[in-house]
């Protein structure tokens, strides 16, 4: 099955600065990258994912790259501010119809 | 609201008490999945279900009982849990793996704890 790693675990910013957390995966099979947002007290929602055809995926301040040589990827988030602090959680699928968790990278952006 | 709803939201059962998590789901996916998220283990898959055949079941105590009567509906039903078994149960759906854009939808969670 696949096994996702996700580093660090915890993330404190300063607003303004950049934050990137990284993914490692095992089941070279994996085609799909997503990334989810949790906010304290509210479910993970999806807000960037990668297919496995593409090395880079941006939307506004966040970005995703994606290294299948080295079963890696990454999420960007730039000029972070407050409403960016929440869990962040990696995800990939491996073979199969599931999808594999990180294990969440709780960011926090400072005033 | 994403489409996934979760009931009840807030469930304390003891150690003998037999209860049922419920989730529901409008989205016309084929896949429904429940996680367990705890300090210890953030996202930690349980069960999924694809067109209404349990497909994974990652080696969970038969404490935990999952149900699918359909694919808009999954069950979670428990009974003599431990203290530790305390944690936020989520469930999600996606569509079929293949298709379009497999995001998992999740409910809101049924925070759940064992005295």
């Known amino acids: 099955g696949e096994n996702v790693e996700q580093h660090p675990s915890t993330l404190s910013v300063q607003e303004g600065d950049s934050a990137v957390i990284k993914c490692t995966y095992s089941?070279?099979?994996?085609?799909?990258f997503p990334w989810y947002k949790q906010e304290l007290g509210k479910r993970p929602q999806l807000i960037i994912d990668?297919?496995?055809?593409?090395g880079e995926k941006k939307d506004q301040r966040i970005a995703v790259t994606l290294n299948k040589t080295a079963k890696h990827f990454s999420l960007h988030i730039t000029e972070t501010q407050p409403e960016d602090s929440a869990v962040y959680f990696c995800?990939?699928?491996?073979?199969?119809?599931?999808?594999?968790f990180g294990t969440g990278t709780q960011l926090k952006v400072e005033l | 609201e994403t489409g996934v709803t979760q009931t009840p939201r807030h469930l304390v059962m003891g150690m003998t008490n037999k209860k049922s998590l419920k989730c529901e789901q409008h989205l016309g996916h084929n896949a429904m999945y429940w996680y367990k998220q705890s300090a210890k283990k953030p996202l930690e898959l349980m069960f999924v279900?694809?067109?209404?055949?349990?497909?994974e079941n990652n080696s969970v105590p038969s404490r935990f009982s999952p149900e699918c009567p359909n694919s808009s509906h999954l069950f979670l039903h428990l009974h003599t849990l431990q203290p530790e078994d305390s944690a936020l149960y989520l469930c999600?759906?996606?569509?079929?793996?293949?298709?379009?854009?497999?995001?998992?939808?999740f409910g809101q969670g049924t925070r759940l704890t064992v005295v």
């Open positions: 999600a759906s996606s569509h079929e793996w293949g298709l379009a854009r497999p995001e998992a939808f």
């Open positions: 279900y694809s067109l209404e055949e349990r497909v």
């Open positions: 990668i297919r496995s055809n593409v």
């Open positions: 995800a990939a699928p491996g073979g199969g119809n599931k999808l594999t």
């Open positions: 089941d070279s099979a994996s085609n799909y």
